[in-house]
């Protein structure tokens, strides 16, 4: 994927087409302050993929914290059915 760096200022002048370029073009635009990347325009697609990616890590860390203590899957489920039935 290609990126473009851009100032705030830049950015500001040139938004609809930088917001074409991520969505069109799937490239990738960072965005400075001072020179320091603050920010980064993803194409949604992207964005979403690295949310799902971001969620399966932290699954598979809490998995592997409650088999450390030796939780079992099946255990967390029937709590987890209970405190929501108890909710309705």
Request: charged share 40%; aromatic share 6%.
């Amino acid at each position: 994927m290609e990126g473009t760096i851009v100032s705030i200022a830049e950015g500001k002048k040139g938004f609809s087409r930088l917001i074409h370029n991520a969505a069109e073009k799937k490239e990738e635009v960072i965005v400075t302050k001072r020179g320091k990347p603050v920010a980064v325009i993803v194409p949604y697609e992207e964005y979403r993929h690295s949310k799902r990616v971001e969620g399966y890590r932290r699954i598979m860390e809490a998995r592997a914290a409650f088999l450390k203590v030796g939780i079992s899957v099946d255990e967390i489920y029937k709590e987890s059915k209970k405190q929501l039935e108890e909710k309705d």
